[in-house]
């Protein structure tokens, strides 16, 4: 996966155009990156919603 270039914040959208799959299917990729506790959800909502990278 080619992350060259990516500037701003990572939303559902962006990471299904990354990916080049589905939203739901980009949806899904986050939420189960989520659940490792390699993204979290920004205080954002709604169509706002997007994710960083959690410190280690």
Known sequence: M???GF???L????WAKI??????TALN???DLIA???LRKTNEGGRS???VVVDF
Request: glycine content about 8%.
């Open 19 to 24: 990916a080049k799959c589905s939203s739901d």
């Open 36 to 38: 490792k506790g390699i």
């Open 49 to 51: 919603t997007n994710y």
């Open 29 to 31: 990729d986050i939420n």
């Open 2 to 4: 080619q992350f060259d």
């Open 7 to 9: 500037f701003g914040k």
């Open 11 to 14: 939303t559902s959208s962006k």
